[in-house]
């Protein structure tokens, strides 16, 4: 005969495991497993003098992940859907692991002393839900990824004040775009092949593209298509020429 007990204890385990749930005393864990390991594993590449990040443990009293500081689970899944820790004070490294998160769709680690791995910005590559990416002042290095363009979601893109180097890659014109924010980098080449790369748009929603203070040479492109640009900043560059009517200069 079966122990009916050694089946509650079965139960209780796929519940663990597959959904991501589990009952602790009278507290649902609503965290996933994996997503709450991965963040810890997050945790452990930062130093966190401010204890910001105190919330994030293993202990009874912190195991759901989504009740940490500077994390945001979406109410019917229970994914972690974004993360949130603009200007903590931390330092160290950006753990790839982050890659993990696979239901982002908004992170931002802005303003933060960290140390990410050069091919950092192509590890995100396979968070194809995000929509809202701020990785300014975070010491990145190296090319914007050719492959950008597979985050199809993307609206809003600040990866300003870092040392990021060579040109825009085309692949980085998504319809979708609202805000795109590079200034600050060591960004170099022309913008006509870029802009011209948003001709496969119907419609373009770019509203603000901040290009200030890089290295970029050539004309001033023409911008009659972007229709709802409001924001535009070109300065300090190398940029010759005017910009089209109906499209103001910063």
Known sequence: MVDIRFLVACLVLLVHYSCGALAVGNTTVKCRVKE???LLYLKRGFVDPDGYLSSWGSSENHTDCC???????????SHVDALHLHARNLEGTISSSLAELHHLNHLDLSGN????PTKFLDSILSLKRLQFLDL???NL???IPLNLGYLSRLQQLYLSVNQLEGGIPKSLALCNLTVVDLSNNA???QLDDFVASFDHCANISLQTLILSCNRFTGSVPNFSRFS???????S??????TINDGIGLL
């Open 187 to 189: 960004l170099s080449g």
């Open 136 to 138: 300014s002042l975070t």
């Open 36 to 38: 709450r390991l991965t």
């Open 141 to 143: 290095k190296g090319n």
């Open 113 to 116: 002393n960290l140390n990410p």
């Open 228 to 234: 709802f640009l409001e924001t535009l900043d070109l």
């Open 67 to 77: 009740e940490w500081h500077g994390v945001s689970c979406d109410s019917r899944t």
């Open 236 to 241: 300090n560059n190398q940029l010759n020429g």
